[in-house]
């Protein structure tokens, strides 16, 4: 089915990132970025239509939009004497037009498109898909007349840390209490999994208490172990819910 | 205990007629066990009005205090987890890390933040009975079960096995203790080491327990016909808040005289030298004026109790101080006038609790005997009101024997003495909690004149005289609420108007370049100041519509039309002046800082279309009937992506895109586009990038359509004719990027270096379908004729090969030339080629000639 399929994809995207982030110290030493540049500098002096970039790329494995990245403050550097700012980097790297060389920028945006896990265009389409999960969510809640305040309210209101809804009256998720509940458009491996609870879940819990994350592409058994203290996995909107006045129990 | 008592043989072979007394007492006892409902475990909860980043003096300071939450957590949950594990140590686990914490707090001043934060976690999870005694048979209790779902009894059994501490009782006597959750909270200031935090943490401590000690607590008449569901209630509250005040007191007591504990007692002599260095020091909580007042006031079931907790933390000097002497006799005059006087005024249990904690705290370890003996105790007329104060708690029978058996859990040790004598126990104990929270109703400097004003006070109170207390409260309550939520709508409407107004204003003025951003907002606000002033007229006409309605449902039925006239009036005016008291002195401050956080919130985001920027706003909503069912942003830009994919390269030779599939992703782009139900800004923003990226390959031919599928060369061939399946995908995209966007499209982007590059290294120029586009650009009002001409301009200042510079040259003058005549409606190639013709004919019309369109 296309559910499997996209936890597939999730799960080999996460995979690819720890390879990668395994390696980055690596393509990052002063001795490897000279070595790429010097390569690419070659590389286009003998065919600068070539995809010299995106093969460098693929021949050390390592992500191509990262390389891209590289070779292009790198590039910088040398033109502009000093070590350019991250948000210009961000910048040139999202709209390739304004890299003042035009073999570079060609290079650098063949490297974005073809990438399948970084760049710019990767992490657009990630975000909306984190997106549209978001919007599902909120019409399942406005379906079972669960009332919520949703993350951009709360950041009106000054919350500092803020899931993406809050329940205004808490509900009993299959016997658990839950006053928040975030979606995941990804597969819970453990290393995900871990950062979130770190940087989210559990700081969601200490300001608003026990609440409830959705992993629409699945998420490994063995972490759902917080249930009794309070953060609760599923991989579907719950249908187990009981609310204070009625239950809405369905099957 | 008394069934005990009257079941023990013993005392029946003693006594007789002891055994026959306790037997007649157990048998009329009215002491109630409630139940025991222990809270488990929770956060305190994030609130803000006082957590939000306005309560910060800085950005960093809020992000810092956001962190320490958090580590805090961790930290609570880590020993939790391990503090009963064999080998486990606090300090050597946690020491480091509360350590770079109080670091960080003492960096950004945010001590007083944590040690709020501190102090509710710790009533939170200590306010409970801990080792109270409380044992819960195997079976299941059915109340329990009822109250708490069979699926909350094994929490609940848990938590239960975490507050039995064995070893916490230590014979009838023991020293003070921290057992429980209690633990964790003084290991953490043990190893946090921190003056900063602690003097933070006893001026809060302080604050709540003055706070708490004042309470009202008692309020009905004890004639009144309702009285028995007010006085369970008030027990109620009683336990709550003196649980509490014994938690807070006995943390303070171990905060002041931490820097004076020994293990040892000290010697005489250096005793005496740090009695007269240390006599010269103010106490930090007067306990002696709080103790004297509350004795005064027939308050001392409350007071006594936390002031032994105070006192039970001492350092072996303190007692000798002159101060606390004084508190010493005073107590010991009152334990010994309560064990010798039969005082009918104070109910039995409330004297038992007060004689039972004193009784102790006589015998905590730093407490000297001598104490009680030196012939300096004067004696301190107990003054006490002749007259019964409406809130004397003495009289009350507040105290019960669950309540007892909590603060003075020794006394368990009695019944374990006597219940060796008999089989079995089975006696629950427990104590109902309830969490309260005290509201304060806050009044405000008068601003009429002061006797008129004071009139006004005074027929309030006669008002309130002859009526039932409740109503007082009644109309305090709603006057304090119905003002609160003044502010919170006025914030919420008028004042959010007013920002929206200004970030329209700043919105223009902030595209001026070299615009001075201090200045600005202090000109926008100026402006809206004015209007703010509506803020007042606003605040009364809610208060005025609240506040009556709020009194109506509060008070009974029954209440006479005069009462409830007069309690509305009250009520609505106590709520104004409290609304608009704070509208008037904050409103300004409060406008500026909410366009202040706009503002900078639109510097930030440069790029955000904001309200009301152009008519593109207007596209915000589904059309009517939408089904919401075009396929998601996330699937169109990444089909989008794979197309570019082979555009860009590299590919196979025989890699094609099928022409008739691309046109019908352009189509489900459009419906993407048109439902806005999965749309956010980010993936629009990114379609309109792309979508023109993919416009710059498709006029340099960059990307291999195929019609059917066909072999490579007739799809060139195809490609080659006018009428190439080409300038239908530009159609739709022109169409798409006008009809259907909601936020512009960077179609300048087609004039960038790196997308006119594509143009140049294309072995077969492709200047129709360039020109094409850009009367597509101008027809569709994506841009403006001068633009374009101002964009080829700069284009041609550019280092491009001589060959491809003069074709550009030559174009640019085509494109002017033909926009100047307004010829727009004839075939734009037919003239490019006549153009192209016309001019180059001297210079290379034969390389021309193979670039243009054969017709």
Same mark, same amino acid.
Request: aromatic residues 8%; hydrophobic residues 40%.
């Given at each position: 089915?296309?559910?499997?399929?996209?936890?597939?994809?999730?799960?080999?995207?996460?995979?690819?990132?720890?390879?990668?982030?395994?390696?980055?110290?690596?393509?990052?030493?002063?001795?490897?970025?000279?070595?790429?540049?010097?390569?690419?500098?070659?590389?286009?002096?003998?065919?600068?239509?070539?995809?010299?970039?995106?093969?460098?790329?693929? *021949?050390?494995?390592?992500?191509?939009?990262?390389?891209?990245?590289?070779?292009?403050?790198?590039?910088?550097?040398?033109? *502009?004497?000093?070590?350019?700012?991250?948000?210009?980097?961000?910048?040139?790297?999202?709209?390739?037009?304004?890299?003042?060389?035009?073999?570079?920028?060609?290079?650098?945006?063949?490297?974005?498109?073809?990438?399948?896990?970084?760049?710019?265009?990767?992490?657009?389409?990630?975000?909306?898909?984190?997106?549209?999960?978001?919007?599902?969510?909120?019409?399942?809640?406005?379906?079972?007349?669960?009332?919520?305040?949703?993350?951009?309210?709360?950041?009106?209101?000054?919350?500092?840390?803020?899931?993406?809804?809050?329940?205004?009256?808490?509900?009993?998720?299959?016997?658990?209490?839950?006053?928040?509940? *975030?979606?995941?458009?990804?597969?819970?491996?453990?290393?995900?999994?871990?950062?979130?609870?770190?940087?989210?879940?559990?700081?969601? /819990?200490?300001?608003?208490?026990?609440?409830?994350?959705?992993? /629409?592409?699945?998420?490994?058994?063995?972490?759902?172990?917080?249930? *009794?203290?309070?953060?609760?996995?599923?991989?579907?909107?719950?249908?187990?819910?009981?609310?204070?006045?009625?239950?809405?129990?369905?099957? | 205990?008394?069934?005990?008592?009257?079941?023990?043989?013993?005392?029946?072979?003693?006594?007789?007629?002891?055994?026959?007394?306790?037997?007649?007492?157990?048998?009329?006892?009215?002491?109630?066990?409630?139940?025991?409902?222990?809270?488990?475990?929770?956060?305190?909860?994030?609130?803000?009005?006082?957590?939000?980043?306005?309560?910060?003096?800085?950005?960093?300071?809020?992000?810092?205090?956001?962190?320490?939450?958090?580590?805090?957590?961790?930290?609570?949950?880590?020993?939790?987890?391990?503090?009963?594990?064999?080998?486990?140590?606090?300090?050597?686990?946690?020491?480091?890390?509360?350590?770079?914490?109080?670091?960080? @707090?003492?960096?950004?001043?945010?001590?007083?933040?944590?040690?709020?934060?501190?102090?509710?976690?710790?009533?939170?999870?200590?306010?409970?009975?801990?080792?109270? &005694?409380? $044992?819960?048979?195997?079976?299941?209790?059915?109340?329990?079960?009822?109250?708490?779902?069979?699926?909350?009894?094994?929490?609940?059994?848990?938590?239960?096995?975490?507050?039995?501490?064995?070893?916490?009782?230590?014979?009838?006597?023991?020293?003070?203790?921290?057992?429980?959750?209690?633990?964790?909270?003084?290991?953490? =200031?043990?190893?946090?080491?921190?003056?900063?935090?602690?003097?933070?943490?006893?001026?809060?401590?302080?604050?709540?327990?003055?706070?708490?000690?004042?309470?009202?607590?008692?309020?009905?008449?004890?004639?009144?016909?309702?009285?028995?569901?007010?006085?369970?209630?008030?027990?109620?509250?009683?336990?709550?808040?003196?649980?509490?005040?014994?938690?807070?007191?006995?943390?303070?007591?171990?905060?002041?005289?931490?820097?004076?504990?020994?293990?040892?007692?000290?010697?005489?002599?250096?005793?005496?030298?740090?009695?007269?260095?240390?006599?010269?020091? @103010?106490?930090?909580?007067?306990?002696?004026?709080?103790?004297?007042?509350?004795?005064?006031?027939?308050?001392?079931?409350?007071?006594?109790?936390?002031?032994?907790?105070?006192?039970?933390?001492?350092?072996?000097?303190?007692?000798?101080?002159?101060?606390?002497?004084?508190?010493?006799?005073?107590?010991?005059?009152?334990?010994?006038?309560?064990?010798?006087?039969?005082?009918?005024?104070?109910?039995?249990?409330?004297?038992?609790? =007060?004689?039972?904690?004193?009784?102790?705290?006589?015998?905590?370890?730093?407490?000297?005997?001598?104490?009680?003996?030196?012939?300096?105790?004067?004696?301190?007329?107990?003054?006490?009101?002749?007259?019964?104060?409406?809130?004397?708690?003495?009289?009350?029978?507040?105290?019960?024997?669950?309540?007892?058996?909590?603060?003075?859990?020794?006394? &368990?040790?009695?019944?374990?003495?006597?219940?060796?004598?008999?089989?079995?126990? &089975?006696?629950?104990?427990?104590?109902?909690?309830?969490? =309260?929270?005290?509201?304060?109703?806050?009044?405000?400097?008068?601003?009429?004149?002061?006797?008129?004003?004071?009139?006004?006070?005074?027929?309030?109170?006669?008002?309130?005289?002859?009526?039932?207390?409740?109503?007082?409260?009644?109309?305090?309550?709603?006057?304090?609420?119905? &003002?609160?939520?003044?502010?919170?709508?006025?914030?919420?409407?008028?004042?959010?108007?007013?920002?929206?107004?200004?970030?329209?204003?700043?919105?223009?003025?902030?595209?001026?370049?070299?615009?001075?951003?201090?200045?600005?907002?202090?000109?926008?606000?100026?402006?809206?100041?004015?209007?703010?002033?509506?803020?007042?007229?606003?605040?009364?006409?809610?208060?005025?519509?609240?506040?009556?309605?709020?009194?109506?449902?509060?008070?009974?039925?029954?209440?006479?039309?005069?009462?409830?006239?007069?309690?509305?009036?009250?009520?609505?005016?106590?709520?104004?002046?409290?609304?608009?008291?704070?509208?008037?002195?904050? =409103?300004?401050?409060?406008?500026?800082?909410?366009?202040?956080?706009?503002?900078?919130?639109?510097?930030?985001?440069?790029?955000?279309?904001?309200?009301?920027?152009?008519?593109?706003? %207007?596209?915000?909503?589904?059309?009517?009937?939408?089904?919401?069912?075009?396929?998601?942003?996330?699937?169109?830009?990444?089909?989008?992506?794979?197309?570019?994919?082979?555009?860009?390269?590299?590919?196979?030779?025989?890699?094609?895109?099928?022409?008739?599939?691309?046109?019908?992703?352009?189509?489900?782009?459009?419906?993407? %586009?048109?439902?806005?139900?999965?749309?956010?800004?980010?993936?629009?923003?990114?379609?309109?990038?792309?979508?023109?990226?993919?416009?710059?390959?498709?006029?340099?031919?960059?990307?291999?359509?195929?019609?059917?599928?066909?072999?490579?060369?007739?799809?060139?061939?195809?490609?080659?004719?006018?009428?190439?399946?080409?300038?239908?995908?530009?159609?739709?995209?022109?169409?798409?990027?006008?009809?259907?966007?909601?936020?512009?499209?960077?179609?300048?982007?087609?004039? $960038?270096?790196?997308?006119?590059?594509?143009?140049?290294?294309?072995?077969?120029?492709?200047?129709?379908?360039?020109?094409?586009?850009?009367?597509?650009?101008?027809?569709?009002?994506?841009?403006?004729?001068?633009?374009?001409?101002?964009?080829?301009?700069?284009?041609?200042?550019?280092?491009?090969?001589?060959?491809?510079?003069?074709? @550009?040259?030559?174009?640019?003058?085509?494109?002017?030339?033909?926009?100047?005549?307004?010829?727009?409606?004839?075939?734009?190639?037919?003239?490019?080629?006549?153009?192209?013709?016309?001019?180059?004919?001297?210079?290379?019309?034969?390389?021309?000639?193979?670039?243009?369109?054969?017709?």
């Amino acid at each position: 089915s296309s559910q499997s399929q996209s936890t597939l994809l999730s799960i080999f995207s996460q995979e690819y990132q720890k390879q990668i982030k395994r390696t980055h110290a690596k393509h990052h030493t002063s001795e490897a970025v000279e070595t790429y540049y010097q390569r690419y500098l070659n590389g286009v002096m003998k065919n600068a239509a070539a995809p010299v970039l995106l093969e460098l790329a693929n *021949e050390v494995d390592f992500a191509p939009s990262l390389m891209a990245r590289i070779v292009l403050e790198r590039f910088l550097q040398e033109k *502009e004497q000093v070590i350019p700012s991250k948000t210009l980097i961000n910048s040139m790297l999202r709209d390739p037009s304004q890299i003042p060389d035009g073999v570079l920028a060609n290079q650098v945006y063949q490297c974005t498109v073809n990438d399948c896990c970084y760049g710019p265009l990767v992490d657009c389409i990630k975000h909306a898909i984190g997106h549209e999960h978001e919007v599902l969510l909120r019409e399942m809640l406005l379906e079972k007349n669960l009332s919520f305040i949703a993350e951009d309210q709360l950041r009106a209101k000054g919350y500092d840390k803020t899931p993406d809804f809050i329940l205004e009256v808490p509900v009993a998720v299959e016997g658990h209490i839950i006053h928040w509940i *975030e979606s995941k458009a990804s597969f819970g491996d453990e290393s995900s999994h871990q950062a979130y609870l770190q940087d989210q879940f559990w700081s969601y /819990w200490n300001r608003f208490g026990p609440g409830l994350v959705i992993y /629409w592409y699945g998420f490994i058994e063995e972490l759902d172990c917080h249930r *009794e203290r309070g953060i609760l996995l599923k991989d579907c909107f719950p249908t187990d819910i009981v609310t204070l006045r009625h239950s809405m129990a369905q099957c | 205990m008394l069934k005990l008592l009257a079941e023990n043989e013993r005392i029946a072979s003693f006594s007789p007629a002891l055994h026959e007394r306790l037997r007649q007492a157990y048998e009329n006892s009215t002491a109630k066990v409630s139940l025991l409902l222990p809270c488990s475990v929770q956060s305190v909860s994030f609130q803000p009005e006082t957590d939000n980043r306005s309560n910060f003096p800085s950005d960093r300071a809020f992000h810092i205090f956001k962190k320490q939450r958090d580590v805090f957590y961790e930290l609570l949950r880590e020993w939790e987890d391990n503090h009963e594990k064999t080998g486990w140590d606090f300090e050597r686990v946690l020491g480091n890390k509360i350590r770079a914490m109080m670091a960080h @707090l003492s960096a950004t001043c945010n001590h007083s933040h944590f040690a709020r934060l501190f102090q509710k976690q710790l009533i939170q999870m200590c306010k409970g009975p801990v080792g109270g &005694g409380a $044992s819960w048979g195997d079976t299941p209790d059915q109340d329990v079960l009822n109250m708490l779902g069979s699926d909350n009894l094994s929490r609940l059994k848990r938590l239960q096995e975490r507050f039995v501490v064995p070893q916490s009782i230590r014979g009838p006597c023991p020293p003070p203790s921290f057992p429980g959750c209690q633990q964790f909270f003084r290991d953490f =200031i043990l190893s946090a080491g921190s003056y900063q935090f602690n003097q933070h943490l006893m001026d809060s401590l302080c604050l709540k327990i003055l706070e708490l000690n004042g309470l009202t607590l008692v309020e009905h008449e004890h004639n009144d016909g309702e009285a028995d569901m007010d006085e369970q209630d008030e027990k109620k509250r009683f336990t709550v808040v003196l649980l509490s005040l014994r938690l807070l007191a006995k943390f303070l007591g171990f905060l002041v005289f931490l820097p004076y504990r020994t293990v040892e007692q000290p010697t005489r002599d250096l005793q005496d030298s740090a009695v007269a260095l240390r006599n010269q020091t @103010l106490p930090v909580l007067d306990v002696l004026k709080l103790l004297r007042q509350s004795i005064r006031d027939q308050r001392s079931v409350l007071t006594i109790p936390w002031i032994v907790e105070y006192l039970s933390l001492m350092d072996h000097i303190a007692p000798f101080l002159d101060y606390y002497r004084k508190v010493f006799c005073l107590l010991l005059q009152v334990y010994r006038l309560m064990v010798l006087s039969e005082d009918k005024e104070m109910s039995f249990l409330n004297k038992l609790l =007060i004689l039972a904690v004193l009784g102790w705290l006589f015998q905590v370890p730093s407490v000297p005997e001598e104490l009680f003996f030196t012939t300096d105790v004067r004696q301190e007329g107990l003054m006490m009101d002749t007259v019964t104060p409406a809130q004397a708690l003495d009289s009350v029978p507040l105290v019960d024997q669950q309540l007892l058996y909590t603060c003075c859990p020794y006394l &368990g040790e009695l019944r374990k003495l006597l219940a060796s004598f008999v089989a079995g126990s &089975g006696a629950k104990n427990g104590g109902f909690i309830r969490k =309260i929270t005290p509201t304060a109703a806050e009044s405000l400097v008068p601003k009429a004149s002061v006797t008129q004003r004071k009139l006004q006070v005074e027929l309030e109170q006669a008002f309130f005289h002859n009526q039932p207390p409740s109503l007082r409260r009644t109309v305090e309550f709603v006057a304090e609420r119905v &003002g609160s939520n003044c502010v919170k709508h006025i914030k919420a409407t008028l004042v959010a108007e007013l920002v929206q107004r200004a970030e329209v204003m700043l919105q223009d003025k902030v595209k001026e370049k070299d615009a001075n951003h201090d200045k600005l907002l202090e000109e926008v606000c100026a402006h809206l100041y004015e209007e703010g002033s509506q803020a007042l007229i606003k605040g009364r006409e809610f208060c005025k519509k609240k506040g009556p309605e709020a009194v109506r449902v509060l008070l009974p039925e029954e209440t006479s039309a005069a009462v409830l006239s007069s309690a509305e009036d009250i009520a609505v005016e106590l709520a104004t002046e409290k609304a608009c008291g704070w509208l008037s002195a904050n =409103i300004a401050a409060l406008i500026k800082r909410e366009v202040k956080a706009t503002f900078n919130r639109m510097l930030r985001v440069p790029g955000l279309p904001l309200p009301g920027e152009d008519a593109l706003e %207007l596209r915000r909503d589904c059309p009517p009937g939408c089904q919401h069912r075009a396929p998601f942003p996330s699937q169109i830009i990444n089909e989008i992506k794979d197309v570019l994919c082979i555009a860009v390269g590299p590919r196979d030779e025989a890699e094609v895109i099928d022409c008739v599939w691309l046109e019908s992703l352009l189509g489900r782009l459009s419906q993407t %586009l048109r439902c806005r139900k999965f749309l956010c800004p980010t993936s629009e923003q990114q379609l309109a990038k792309c979508t023109v990226e993919l416009a710059s390959l498709l006029v340099s031919d960059h990307v291999p359509l195929s019609l059917e599928v066909k072999s490579p060369e007739k799809v060139f061939e195809r490609l080659r004719v006018k009428n190439s399946p080409t300038y239908g995908l530009l159609k739709v995209l022109l169409s798409v990027w006008k009809e259907d966007f909601g936020t512009p499209v960077p179609v300048q982007l087609m004039f $960038s270096k790196k997308n006119i590059g594509y143009l140049a290294e294309a072995k077969q120029r492709e200047w129709d379908l360039f020109l094409f586009m850009l009367h597509g650009l101008v027809e569709h009002e994506l841009m403006r004729t001068s633009e374009i001409e101002s964009c080829l301009h700069r284009l041609k200042e550019l280092p491009w090969p001589s060959d491809f510079l003069k074709e @550009l040259e030559i174009l640019s003058r085509v494109f002017i030339s033909e926009h100047h005549k307004e010829e727009l409606r004839t075939n734009p190639c037919e003239l490019t080629r006549q153009s192209l013709d016309r001019r180059c004919c001297s210079e290379k019309t034969t390389a021309l000639e193979e670039q243009t369109p054969k017709l």
